[in-house]
T-cell receptor
Framework: QKEVEQNSGPLSVPEGAIASLNCTYS??????FFWYRQYSGKSPELIMS????GDKEDGRFTAQLNKASQYVSLLIRDSQPSDSATYLC??????????????FGQGTILTVHP | NAGVMQNPRHLVRRRGQEARLRCSPV?????VYWYRQLPEEGLKFMVY????????ESGMPKERFSAEFPKEGPSILRIQQVVRGDSAAYFC??????????????FGEGSRLTVL
């Protein structure tokens, strides 16, 4: 079983729609979860972090976490063409000794078409 | 990218040569991480360094790869006797102690190594 699995892509949605990105992880000890966005040929940038079960909203982005199911998702409302990118899910290190040691999923490629 | 500077941005090497990748973290950041992104694969952790110390190198290949973060100067990722399988994008990220537990890494633009 892979440590972090993301829904296979690419995912294509029309402009204005909701894009749903899913991620499951194997390490039950993970306490923090991060979503990074990576444009083609660019570096990853953090767009959302979540630590508690439930929803966390930030503008058009909503992260949802269910630790019992070891599942985290990212919803993008009113999708825009500028949201077209690869989205990387990354649980934090459960050991807590290497804070920036993240295990990234393979990524889901999102394309928002006009 | 909050000021993490990596160079060179693109590097071409022939098999057997050495590659040196440099990373200057954001000013004031004392924690540096190197990640590798192979074609069609996700980002993989390689090594975590603080000034003059390697904290976690569990993601480094056992041979040919080394990393340092000296008291003065940039962090260096060194790959000796490169092979074609080393062709990848190498990203450096930095953070401060204060935010180290947030997972908020500031990535540089990466160094793209091509081995012929």
């Amino acid at each position: 079983q892979k440590e972090v699995e993301q829904n296979s892509g690419p995912l294509s949605v029309p402009e204005g729609a909701i894009a749903s990105l899913n991620c499951t992880y194997s390490d039950r000890g993970s306490q923090s979860f991060f979503w990074y966005r990576q444009y083609s040929g660019k570096s990853p940038e953090l767009i959302m972090s979540i630590y508690s079960n439930g929803d966390k909203e930030d503008g058009r982005f909503t992260a949802q976490l269910n630790k019992a199911s070891q599942y985290v998702s990212l919803l993008i409302r009113d999708s825009q063409p500028s949201d077209s990118a690869t989205y990387l899910c990354a649980p934090g290190d459960a050991g807590g000794t290497s804070y920036g040691k993240l295990t990234f999923g393979q990524g889901t490629i999102l394309t928002v078409h006009p | 990218n909050a000021g993490v500077m990596q160079n060179p941005r693109h590097l071409v090497r022939r098999r057997g040569q050495e590659a040196r990748l440099r990373c200057s973290p954001v000013k004031g950041h004392s924690h540096v991480y190197w990640y590798r992104q192979l074609p069609e694969e996700g980002l993989k952790f390689m090594v975590y360094l603080q000034k003059e110390n390697i904290i976690d190198e569990s993601g480094m290949p056992k041979e040919r790869f080394s990393a340092e973060f000296p008291k003065e100067g940039p962090s260096i990722l060194r790959i000796q006797q490169v092979v074609r399988g080393d062709s990848a994008a190498y990203f450096c990220a930095s953070t401060t102690t204060r935010v180290a537990n947030t997972g908020e890494l500031f990535f540089g633009e990466g160094s793209r190594l091509t081995v012929l």
